[in-house]
């Protein structure tokens, strides 16, 4: 676990779970699977605290524990779990935008609550549903349940591990009572793959239509048929045009989609490794072009289409002055952009006699990226912080005040006292709190804005590891 | 009884007349002429005749004397270039040599030393004065810019020296360069356009948004933007550069050898695409692009809380 990450960890336990929480989890990520006592001792706390924080943590599964020889329980935290924490709000969305608002707020639930029993949960969300409608009607239960059944068939909801009722209070494996949880490994393959969908339709609108419905399914190889089949009914694309699209997409140089055999009219395939890799080279690219200008980036995907290449030939292909190339390519290598391959012509390595070599690695290139990501959004965080302190007193003024209404307005105040009350906070006042709010919106956009490129670069990496 | 010896006079023995004749012959075969093609013309002239009528030609400056494998060669010379030599002696018409065989790559003046083994001095004047007798001159070269190399007056200096198309007088045009990219890329853009809102079924929406470099090239010359004439070869590394900003595709099909603008049984084709993700998350944040990242750190002169770039950010 990096700095950056360890930083982050603890300021997103922070946020979501208090001081102790977050002390006796980075506590935990710092220093791997520890034993109840050890973690009371190292981090100074009373044992009664660590076991409520730990309670708290293994909720939301963010630590896990194992029983080790001689009956020691030593228990683990997950940074990776705790860093998908930036990503809920991304989860809520999708749940909304796939299975409309009863889902959403199914999925909001069992995240605030980490782990839920399915009855508590359909209880909670049809509460809240009525609420929200007109009066007089309620929310059907079995709605909910409809709902969370096709939440658990996609994968976005998970049943936990049920534990055997034993005597014994020793808390051995495996663990507790039917209640569920998010899946979160799963949950990111729908968004993943949704987030394919659109990737794919802003790269040219004649390509989408086809590409979308056949994310959905989770099957390795698809044919022909059962694309035109599970085609939404608004498409009305005919079967000749589907196949035109199917093939289109199959010769796109950007290879995403593979023809692997022509049986049942051609099986279709995502090659998901190469849409990876081709995303985070375009994520390399984008970062390369904001940063360093147009022209660098021209050098950049210069360098990546031809794998060696050396100044000379650079400054040819791409037609950029030889100087200005030369300060370019010298200040993507300063930034662990490039690298520079030595090949000798004598066996001495002089330098005059030897021949260097520009290269792009992008599996470097996208883990220091990866790292400069989470370093960013820990700033991003601390920033917002900041900014929610150095206003702490105006909110606290706001929050009185709103107190104050709302009581006021349910005991049937007058307009006249609810404008006096409203007049406390004057108008420059309510301009800072308007720039407020407007800023910490803002923050907190461009940090789930980052989480996306995490993603993207933590799923490459991730799948080229597997890969090799 | 006296034998009355008559030594017939050939009619043509006066030696101007041989002169003529042979000058004649010259222009008869501008290639050259042997010996052997003189002696066959004029049997009846002797030897050491023909032999003092050439000397006087060659010496006038009115004939060539060169050596090929079957022996030697007279040709007749330019008489625009028999003036010009005039009044060089023979080591200036020899270094003249040298670099008029050079061709249009011209050639190094430490070359040019070596082939006629006279000394720097000499080389150095022969070559300043032929300069100002504007019979040669001399052209950097865009590779090493230091070295001259020189060549005749009237030829145009070969692409590996003056850079070709994109260079004029050893600079790099690179405004020329970026109003050919850009003219290039619109032109695709445009005709992607027009594919798409055709709406015609896509295969043929694709297969029309595709240009081959032979229409871009044609487009190029029409437009008449550039000066200097471009070849199809030009403008593909222009269409190149495109590629490499991302903005195009290439596709090479097999195409039949008389098709127009096939190179090799293949042509390529190019097509305006568009990114495939828009700026990524990192640098929409102020983060992504600060240049003292690696510095900032909480409760350190650069951190969060009072990062400059962050406040200006939030203020936009």
Known sequence: MTQAEIKLCSLLLQEHFGEIVEKIGVHLIRTGSQPLRVIAHDTGTSLDQVKKALCVLVQHNLVSYQVHKRGVVEYEAQCSRVLRMLRYPRYIYTTKTLYSDTGELIVEELLLNGKLTMSAVVKKVADRLTETMEDGKTMDYAEVS??????????FVQRCPSVPTTENSDPGPPPPAPTLVINEKDMYLVPKLSLIGKGKRRRSSDEDAAGEPKAKRPKYTTDNKEIFRSLPVG???????LDQYLTLLADDPLEFVGKSGDSGGGMYVINLHKALASLATATLESVVQERFGSRCARIFRLVLQKKHIEQKQVEDFAMIPAKEAKDMLYKMLSENFMSLQEIPKTPDHAPSRTFYLYTVNILSAARMLLHRCYKSIANLIERRQFETKENKRLLEKSQRVEAIIASMQATGAEEAQLQEIEEMITAPERQQLETLKRNVNKLDASEIQVDETIFLLESYIECTMKRQ | MAEVKVKVQPPDADPVEIENRIIELCHQFPHG???????NEMPHIEAQ??????????????????????????RIKDSQNAGKMKGSDNQEKLVYQIIEDAGNKGIWSRDVRYKSNLPLTEINKILKNLESKKLIKAVKSVAASKKKVYMLYNLQPDRSVTGGAWYSDQDFESEFVEVLNQQCFKFLQ??????????QNPMIQRNSSFASSHEVWKYICELGISK?????????TILNTLIYDGKVEMTIIAAKEGTVGSVDGHMKLYRAVNPIIPPTGLVRAPCGLCPVFDDCHEGGEISPSNCIYMTEWLEF
Do not use: C, P, W
């Open chain 1, 146 to 155: 409809n709902t969370f059944v096709r939440l658990a068939d996609t994968h």
């Open chain 2, 228 to 236: 200097v004439e471009l070849s199809m070869e030009d403008i593909e």
């Open chain 1, 235 to 241: 498409y009305n694309i005919s079967k000749q045009v």
């Open chain 2, 49 to 74: 005749q023909r032999a003092v009528a050439i000397n006087r030609l060659l010496s006038m400056g009115q004939l060539d004397l060169l050596r090929s494998n079957t022996g030697l060669l007279y």
């Open chain 2, 33 to 39: 002429i042997t010996d052997q093609v003189i002696q």
């Open chain 2, 190 to 199: 445009s005709k992607a356009e027009t594919a798409r809102e055709s709406k």
